[in-house]
C-alpha cells in the first residue's frame, strides 16, 4: 500500500518547533522525532510555505522563491502523490532515471510487473485448493486382449491451441481454435485405430499445447506479440474438451495410461493446470497416471527402456541427453535402451548420441504469420516400444491425411466459396 500523504497538523507541528528552538536538531528532540523524520516533515511544511512567505494553495506545493521588484515571485507546483511502494504480488521492472550533470538523480520513471513465480505459485494453490472440487471420471472397462509387452506413445507437440493463421499469408494451411480442436481430435482416431493393442499407451504432449498463457496474446517470458483466435476462457474450455475426449479414446484401447504434460515458453503456467486437473478429474481411475512433476525434464520407465520428455526450449537434440542422465541417473542406470523427446522448433529431427536416441518432433499445427519463415511439415507420431527391445514400429499420419481433402478453413477467412475451391 502506498504511504499517506503527511497531515497539514503534523507539518505545521514542525514548522512551529522549527521557529521556536532556531535548530533542526533541538526541534526534533523537542518533538521526540527521529532527525531523518523531523527533516522531512519540515521539507514538506516548507513546500506548503508554513515557513513562509505565504502558504499554498490547497493541493500545491511552492517550487521556487524569487525576488522581484515590488515583492517576491512564488512559482506554486502541483503535489507529488503519496510515496510509490511496489506491491508484493509485483516486482521491479523497467527503471528509466533523469540525472544531472553531476550525476545525481532528477527524477525517475520506475515500472513494476506482476511477479511470474507469484503468479504460478498462485495458480498452483488455488488448483490444489479447487481439487476436492472436481468432479471425478468413472472408471471406463478395461479393453479384453493387448500385448503385455508393448507400449504405444502418441507424441503430440505445439499444437498451439488457440493460435491464429491465414492460408493465403502463410500458404501451409488455415489455422484457428475451431479447427486445432478437430484437427486434434481427428488425428487420434486415426492414429489409435492404426496403432497395436499395446497395454500400455503414453499420451506424450510436448508443450506449447495453447498458444498463449493469460488474457494477453502474448509469450510470457519476452512478450513477443502473438496471432491468436480466441479469447482465454475459449481456449481453456477447448483443452479440457481435448484432453477429456483423449483420454477416453486412449482408455478405450489400452489398459494403462501415462500422461505427459510438458513445461514449456508459450504456455508455462496452462501445462501446471492441465496436469494437475487431469492427476484431480482421474483419481479413481486406476488405469491412468498422470506426471504432475512441476520441473522441466520428465521420464517414464517400461522394462528395460527409459524414455525423457523435455519440450526443447532449455535444451535441444545436441545437448540434452546429458542433463536427462544427470538428474534420472537411476532410471538411466538401470535400463538398457533410452529415447529423448522434444518439440519446440516444429521440425522433426533424429540424432543418435552417446547416450540415447533423441527425436525432435514437427507439429500437426498450421504456422502463423511468423513460423511461416521457416519450412517443416505438419505430423505426428505413434512411436511403439517393446519392453525388452526397445522401438518396434511407429505410425505416422499427417494433418493433410487426417484432414481429408475438404480441408477446413478458419474463422477469419475473407475468401469467397468460389475462391477457396478454387484454391
Known amino acids: 500500500m502506498p504511504t499517506p500523504a503527511l497531515s497539514d497538523e503534523f507539518a505545521r507541528q514542525a514548522a512551529d518547533a522549527f521557529r521556536e528552538h532556531g535548530d533542526k536538531k533541538a526541534a526534533a528532540l523537542a518533538l521526540g522525532l527521529k532527525r531523518q523524520t523531523f527533516h522531512t516533515r519540515l521539507k514538506i511544511a516548507a513546500e506548503r510555505g508554513m515557513l513562509g512567505p505565504a502558504e499554498t494553495l490547497p493541493g500545491y506545493v511552492m517550487a521556487s522563491v524569487s525576488e522581484k521588484v515590488g515583492g517576491k515571485y512564488i512559482k506554486q507546483v502541483k503535489a507529488p502523490g503519496p510515496v510509490f511502494e511496489i506491491p508484493p504480488t509485483h516486482t521491479t521492472g523497467k527503471i528509466t532515471v533523469n540525472r544531472d550533470a553531476d550525476g545525481r538523480v532528477i527524477q525517475d520513471w520506475l ?40 507400449l504405444n506413445q502418441y507424441t503430440i507437440t505445439d499444437h498451439h491451441l488457440g493460435a491464429l493463421a491465414w492460408n493465403e499469408e502463410t500458404g501451409a ?35 506449447d499445447f495453447l498458444h498463449y498463457d493469460s488474457f494477453k496474446s502474448i509469450t510470457p517470458e519476452h512478450g513477443h506479440l502473438l496471432d491468436s483466435d480466441s479469447r482465454y476462457p475459449k481456449m481453456v474450455r477447448a483443452a479440457i474438451r481435448i484432453v477429456r475426449k483423449i483420454m477416453k479414446m486412449l482408455l478405450e484401447k ?170
Not at 142 to 147: K, L, N, Q
Open 254 to 423: 489400452h489398459e494403462e495410461v501415462d500422461v505427459i504434460m510438458c513445461d514449456a515458453n508459450h504456455d508455462p503456467a496452462g501445462e501446471v493446470w492441465l496436469r494437475e486437473m487431469l492427476a484431480a478429474f482421474y483419481e479413481d481411475e486406476p488405469r491412468v497416471r498422470v506426471d504432475t512433476n512441476p520441473g522441466t525434464y520428465s521420464v517414464i520407465e517400461h522394462g528395460n527402456i527409459s524414455l525423457f520428455y523435455h519440450h526443447g526450449h532449455r535444451r535441444g537434440t545436441k545437448n540434452v541427453d546429458s542433463i536427462l542422465v544427470g538428474k534420472f541417473r537411476e532410471i538411466y542406470g538401470r535400463t538398457r535402451q533410452s529415447y529423448a523427446h522434444t518439440g519446440h522448433k516444429h521440425s522433426d529431427e533424429l540424432k543418435t548420441t552417446d547416450l540415447m536416441k533423441v527425436e525432435q518432433h514437427e507439429t500437426l499445427a498450421a504456422p502463423d504469420a511468423y513460423g511461416s519463415n521457416w519450412l517443416s511439415g505438419r505430423s505426428a507420431k505413434v512411436i511403439t516400444y517393446h519392453k525388452d527391445f526397445g522401438e518396434d514400429g511407429r505410425v505416422i499420419l499427417s494433418a493433410a491425411r487426417v484432414m481429408g481433402a475438404s480441408k477446413m478453413r478458419a474463422a477469419n477467412d475473407n475468401r469467397s466459396e468460389e475462391q477457396a475451391r478454387a484454391a
Open 111 to 150: 515500472r513494476v510487473e506482476p511477479d511470474k513465480v507469484a503468479q504460478q505459485a498462485a495458480m498452483r494453490a488455488a488448483i490444489a485448493a479447487f481439487k476436492d472440487e472436481i468432479p471425478r471420471a468413472a472408471p471406463i472397462p478395461a479393453p479384453s486382449h493387448t500385448a503385455e509387452d508393448l
Open 173 to 207: 494451411g488455415d489455422y484457428d481454435l475451431r479447427i486445432g480442436e478437430q484437427l486434434i481430435i481427428d488425428w487420434f482416431a486415426a492414429a489409435i485405430a492404426q496403432s497395436p493393442a499395446s497395454k500400455r499407451a503414453v499420451f506424450a504432449q510436448l508443450g
